[in-house]
């Protein structure tokens, strides 16, 4: 009854008070009635033992349908031992004894899944040699690159360039080699890190004078502002 009062309940629910006749189990019950209150049915009706024998009856005959219909009906019957269903009620067929039926194997378990076949070796190498393949490529391009910014590139920029890929190489295998359980804190700290390195190499790039080092940028600046 609260749950229907409070409408916690969904609306079109129906609930079927089987104790209707015996003055119900719930409290808004009419026995011999359906009732809506708050969108919810109520079902009291006290006739439902009496309605049990026409669906037993109705159920019933459409198995016994399904059953000759199986067999074959009149014009094509037929026994097929094959039917686990029909073997398992056979008892006497041509003269012969069918009973018991044999026991049906029923497994609960999930059909073990079929596992891929290894691959041969052929497939192996030729995935080794693919891949050794695209890493010469890559190191090839690598190299051309290089030896363009050794000979087309001012001097400076070839010396920045380095440190940033040494610096690369570094924090790959540092970062890579911390328990994963750290990466998040330790990605704060390098995040703030870099944004440090990203502002110093700006002011670095743009008040940087021809043939002065960074040792001169910070001398320069620190007599600026006395």
Known sequence: QMCIRDRSMRPGSVIVDLAASTGGNCELTQP?????????HIV?????????????STLYS??????MTMLGDAKNFNIDI????????????DAELMYPPPKISVSAAAPAAKRPAPPTKSAVEKKEEDSAMTSSIALG?????????IFFVPYGF????????????VGYHVIWSVTPALHTPLMSETNAISGIIVVGGT?????LRAHETEADLVCRLLLEKK
């Open 203 to 207: 002011v670095s790039y743009t008040h």
């Open 32 to 40: 011999g009635k359906t009732i809506t209150v708050h969108n919810v």
């Open 158 to 169: 070839i010396t920045h360039f380095m440190d940033f890929v040494l610096a690369i190489i």
């Open 44 to 56: 009291g009706d006290t006739d439902l033992v009496a309605r049990m024998a026409g669906q037993g």
């Open 141 to 149: 391009c690598i190299a051309l690159v290089l030896v363009f910014m």
């Open 82 to 93: 094959k039917d686990e269903s029909i073997r398992q009620m056979t008892v006497v067929k």
């Open 62 to 67: 459409q198995n016994l349908r399904e059953l």
